[in-house]
């Protein structure tokens, strides 16, 4: 077994890679999941990805995140991935707050660290990308903005509803994709859940990439050009527990063994991805001893921001080991990879 990595695949993407191997050619869908920090535990495996894996220019890839994992896809649909994704770290890691932040200080903060990603790169280049389409999740709330007491309120009265029913959620939030131009709108299938499709713009680029990490009570809404508030996609779509309607199989990097549709999910045990949804999916995720090596012996979290409140140097520190660590994973799955031996490792998802 890998040491750093667990690799698991569903019953057509296994039976796939038993008959024909597999090849960074059969990969058409990525998604990336909400989590925050947690992120970071995928820093080096998405270097290798963007750099050598998916280095043939007409690879064609549907880039699908929410949250965190939007903004990771963001990366990967830029002219310089690799550069892009050693911005997005340095930036998402050194994240400062000298006093405990209001939620207009994490939003500034965010959006900061969006344009920080962008740099020079403009709404064309994501735009007209020609090979790599970016889904960009956001969770458009149902009511009225609410602040304080009254917007806990309408969050606990959310979760109620989502434990009752997953569709019970969708009276509070509606899912809105945005996508880029020539991108497949229904890649995302119908899973019963209201969902609206809506091409970017100039105008609707950032937006939607300030709102898709925009947590409720921690930072304000953006109000998009419906004049509607719109949240965090992991509302919706915490680890983006979706089918996607392409022949190719869906290459998942993941910092997590389980798969939770939605954000008020993470605590149920019995929500989770369907056979559906694995079934074409090729999950990596970090083993239960690359975790234990790593400081706090846990992926980095939104708590490590109390935890670590006051002492920003050591959290960020300790941000950055985890990072360096996460090469490990990537020279581990390159080794297998080129030796021909990964294959020997998939196991059924």
């Given at each position: 077994?890998?040491?750093?990595?667990?690799i698991?695949?569903?019953?057509?993407a296994y039976?796939?890679?038993?008959?024909?191997?597999l090849?960074?050619s059969?990969?058409?869908v990525?998604?990336?999941?909400?989590?925050g920090?947690k992120?970071?535990?995928?820093?080096?495996?998405?270097?290798y990805?963007v750099?050598e894996?998916?280095?043939e220019?007409?690879?064609?890839?549907?880039?699908v995140?929410?949250s965190?994992g939007?903004?990771?896809?963001?990366?990967?649909?830029l002219?310089d991935?690799?550069?892009a994704?050693?911005?997005?770290?340095?930036y998402?890691v050194?994240?400062?707050y000298p006093?405990?932040?209001?939620p207009a200080d994490v939003?500034?903060?965010?959006?900061?660290?969006?344009?920080?990603?962008?740099a020079?790169?403009?709404?064309t280049?994501?735009?007209m990308?020609?090979?790599k389409?970016l889904?960009?999740i956001?969770?458009?709330?149902?009511?009225p903005?609410?602040?304080?007491r009254?917007?806990?309120q309408h969050?606990?009265?959310a979760?109620?509803?989502?434990?009752m029913?997953?569709?019970s959620?969708?009276?509070h939030?509606?899912?809105v994709?945005y996508h880029t131009q020539?991108?497949i709108?229904?890649?995302v299938m119908?899973d019963?859940?209201?969902t609206?499709q809506?091409?970017?713009?100039?105008q609707?680029l950032l937006?939607s990439?300030?709102?898709t990490?925009?947590i409720?009570?921690?930072?304000?809404?953006?109000?998009m050009?419906?004049?509607m508030?719109?949240?965090?996609?992991?509302?919706t779509?915490?680890?983006?527990?979706?089918?996607?309607?392409?022949?190719?199989?869906v290459?998942y990097?993941?910092?997590?063994?389980?798969?939770?549709p939605?954000w008020f999910?993470?605590h149920l045990s019995?929500?989770?991805?369907?056979?559906a949804v694995t079934?074409?999916?090729?999950?990596?995720h970090?083993?239960?001893?690359?975790?234990r090596?790593?400081?706090?012996?846990k992926?980095p979290?939104?708590k490590?921001?109390?935890v670590y409140f006051?002492?920003d140097?050591q959290?960020i520190?300790?941000?950055?080991?985890?990072a360096?660590?996460s090469?490990?994973?990537?020279?581990?799955?390159?080794d297998?990879?080129?030796?021909?031996?990964?294959?020997?490792?998939i196991?059924?998802?």
């Amino acid at each position: 077994m890998p040491k750093n990595f667990n690799i698991k695949a569903g019953k057509t993407a296994y039976k796939h890679i038993q008959a024909n191997g597999l090849h960074p050619s059969d990969i058409t869908v990525l998604p990336a999941a909400a989590g925050g920090p947690k992120w970071i535990s995928l820093f080096g495996l998405d270097q290798y990805l963007v750099r050598e894996w998916f280095k043939e220019p007409k690879q064609q890839l549907h880039l699908v995140g929410a949250s965190a994992g939007a903004w990771r896809m963001l990366c990967y649909s830029l002219p310089d991935p690799t550069s892009a994704l050693d911005r997005y770290l340095k930036y998402y890691v050194e994240q400062r707050y000298p006093n405990w932040p209001r939620p207009a200080d994490v939003s500034r903060e965010l959006s900061y660290i969006i344009d920080q990603v962008m740099a020079d790169a403009s709404f064309t280049d994501v735009d007209m990308a020609t090979h790599k389409k970016l889904y960009v999740i956001n969770s458009r709330s149902k009511s009225p903005h609410r602040e304080g007491r009254r917007l806990k309120q309408h969050l606990i009265q959310a979760g109620l509803a989502n434990i009752m029913s997953r569709k019970s959620l969708f009276r509070h939030f509606e899912r809105v994709v945005y996508h880029t131009q020539d991108a497949i709108p229904s890649i995302v299938m119908d899973d019963g859940l209201m969902t609206e499709q809506k091409q970017m713009t100039k105008q609707t680029l950032l937006p939607s990439l300030y709102a898709t990490g925009s947590i409720p009570a921690l930072c304000h809404p953006v109000v998009m050009d419906d004049g509607m508030n719109y949240w965090d996609g992991g509302i919706t779509d915490y680890h983006i527990a979706l089918q996607f309607d392409t022949p190719g199989l869906v290459l998942y990097p993941h910092f997590s063994s389980s798969i939770k549709p939605g954000w008020f999910d993470k605590h149920l045990s019995w929500r989770r991805a369907s056979d559906a949804v694995t079934d074409k999916m090729i999950l990596i995720h970090p083993s239960a001893g690359f975790i234990r090596a790593l400081p706090d012996q846990k992926i980095p979290d939104r708590k490590d921001f109390e935890v670590y409140f006051g002492r920003d140097d050591q959290r960020i520190s300790h941000w950055y080991q985890v990072a360096e660590a996460s090469h490990l994973m990537a020279a581990e799955f390159k080794d297998l990879y080129e030796s021909g031996d990964l294959i020997r490792h998939i196991e059924p998802l």
